[in-house]
């Protein structure tokens, strides 16, 4: 109980825990996706967006990343391809 007073105290005062920080725009990222859904599937969609194992399984293992940088990368050779390897792999 004291943990949600302290956390509604300190969204009043403009201090919000690093969770709750992003909380917002990740919200507005959802609501907006959701925004063409009936009521009850939209609501699972946003328990569903919302949730951070929904985060992490949206991003690809570098296995993965290897292979579609590979496929994109596809027809060139030397520097060009080493230069384009870097920079998808970056991303």
Known sequence: MARIFFAFLGLLLGIAPPSLAAAPDRSIECVQQASHLGAQDREAFL???????????????????????????????????????NSCLKR
């Not at 296995?63 to 230069?83: D, F, L, S, V």
Request: a positive charge; charged letters at 40%; glycine letters at 6%.
């Open 47 to 85: 328990r569903t967006c919302l949730s951070e194992d929904a985060r992490k399984m949206n991003k690809s293992s570098p296995r993965e990343k290897m292979k579609e940088c590979t496929q994109q990368a596809e027809g060139t050779t030397g520097e060009e391809r080493r230069q384009f390897m």
